[in-house]
Structures are given as structure tokens and as C-alpha cells.
């Protein structure tokens, strides 16, 4: 027993440390982070966005920002990082016309707006758009930030759509939680029932979108009632009551690679079970992801059942567990909590701000 545990202290000790360094990072952002909000630019496509939809990521956040005096400063001299307060989503329902495919009135706007602030201001030029962040959870945040090139390759950006295989760069950008919020609060779908009186092994229902979810539904849609998978639930069961009655929840990729049932499975109590590819899950660099859900490569789809089976009822204990403890960094709270969803965003850019130097710029 000494042994083993002289073996383990190394790992322990540096665990210890990594735990306290993230927190005493936290503490400091609390502190010390102030952020200015560009003043340019109208509501409805400014200052402004969506807080009962699949894109409240996107509209609570400019929102909170919008009226926190905490972290946010009026005089830009003060500030660590500059905040783009556009919101892709209203870009999307003002500016596009549907099945036009002309996606150049959002160009337009997006290059005006940071031509105009480049102009009225230094601090664009200064840093090449480094220290400025946008944050988007509609799908085209990507590619929207793509039309101003620096903002693309430099500045942060802070994104549902997280694929590292459309230009993600888990370095310098911020992974955002994709959360439906058709009510605009988390009440009443926060908690569930323990590990014992969850009798279903894994739960999905959803429609067939992208590549992903027709290979889920061809290989386990009513084939086993361990797998509990369909397209669409009879009349009068609950979607919420099926995961809260599910030890893990599927996580599958749509078209793009966030899903909401990341956070609803952690509201739920719920293991998320993660399918996707080139995907960055929220948090990453200070969530040890590993430790509170399962990835599973789509090739092992069809392996599903197997993967979960073979997880000891002691680790799935301890992951549930440690789920239940993560979730209230997916919480969204009006006003905000410490630790919440909008404090572990504005984290998320604290530590990228703190990794950004000048001189780094140079050869971009």
C-alpha cells in the first residue's frame, strides 16, 4: 500500500497543481479582466441576438455583456481584450435572402463594420485584430469571420461550430456549448435520478441530419431495447424524461459538429456519449472531458452497445458523478454565477489573451 501509493504521488501532486493553477487563472480573470465593447453598430444586426433558441449561446452572451459592469470597461485604454458585438444570427435573418445562396450582404456588413472601427480606432491595427474577439453559434460563424482575413487567422473566435477541419484552431479560439434555450432559462431541466433508477443503457432521438445520424439510426434505430434510438418519440414521451432515464445519452453530429445534447445530458445527469469528427468539445483546456463522457469514432458506430457495456458500473458511477459536478459550467444563470457558462467563455478568452503576443504576429 506504500508503495503504490509513493507510486502515485507524482501524478497526484502534479493533478493538485494543474487543479490549483486553473483555479488561481479563474481568480485572476475575476480580477483583473476587462473588456471593451465597440459602441458601433444598430440593433437588430448589433448589440443584439437570439436568448430563446438553439443560438442563446449567441444572444445571452451579447446580452450579459451588454449590461455587466463588472468586467466590461468604457475606456479602451483599460482593456485587455475588445469585443465585436455583431451577431451572426441576426446577419443571417436580416441580411439573407433564404435559398438565394448570396451570402454578400453579410461580407459587406462584417468588412464595413471592422474597416469602421479600424479606422475611428488603434486598437484594431495595433494588434491585427489579436485581442479582439467575436462569438457566434450559428453555423456560418466560420465562415462569416472568414471574409475579414485577420479576424479568421488572429483575432479569437469564440464558436459553437467548433471543426478543426473548417479552420478551428483550438489555440487561439474558444469552443462554445451549444444550449436550447426555447424557454430563455436552464429551470426545471437541471437534476435527474441516480445511477440505480436510470434502467435504459443508451438513449437518441433526433432528425437525420448531416452525414452521422443516418449511420446511428441505420445501425440501432429499433434494433435494441438496451438502445434506445429513433427518430422521432411516440406521442406523449418526454424527451427529457427518456434521458433522465438513460444512464448515457448519444451525442451525434447534425451538419455541423455541436450538438445541444452535450449540455442537456449534463443537465440531466446523463453520460454524453460524443459522435462526431474534427470536433473540440467546450472547455477543453481546463475539462478533462475523458473523465465525464465517451467519444466514440462514427467508424464505431456500429460497436456502440459493445463500448458501453464494457465501461465497469464503477466508472460509469464516478463519470456521472463528475458530470453532475461539470454541469454548472453549462449553466446559464440571469445574472450570472461564478464558474457559469458565461464566466468559463469569458475564461476561455482570459487565457488566450494572456498566450497572445505582438511579436507573434510578425510572420502571419
Known sequence: MILSLTARLPFLLLKNLLNLSQNLSYLEMEKQLKIYVYEEGEPPLFHNGPCRSIYSSEGNFIHMMEINSHFRTRDPEKAHVFFLPFSVVMFVQFLYTRESHDKSPIKKTVVDYINTIARKYPYWNRSLGADHFMLSCHDWGPKTSSYVPYLFRHSIRALCNANTSEGFNPSKDVSLPEINLLTGETKGFIGGPSPSRRPILAFFA??????????????????????????????????????????????PSGYEVASPRIAEAL?????????????????????????FSVEIAVRDIPNLKKILVGISLRRYIRMQRKGIKVRRHFEVNFPPKRYDVFHMILHSVWLRRLNFRVGNLTSS
Open 206 to 251: 433526433g432528425g437525420l441530419h448531416g452525414p452521422i445520424r443516418p449511420l446511428l439510426l441505420k445501425h440501432w434505430e429499433n434494433k435494441d431495447k438496451d438502445i434506445q434510438v429513433r427518430q422521432y418519440l411516440p406521442k406523449g414521451i418526454s424527451y427529457y424524461d427518456m434521458m433522465k432515464k438513460s444512464k448515457f445519452c448519444i451525442c
Open 267 to 291: 443537465y440531466t445527469g446523463c453520460v454524453p456519449v460524443l459522435i462526431s469528427d474534427h470536433y473540440v468539445p467546450p472547455f477543453s483546456d481546463v475539462l478533462k472531458w475523458k473523465s
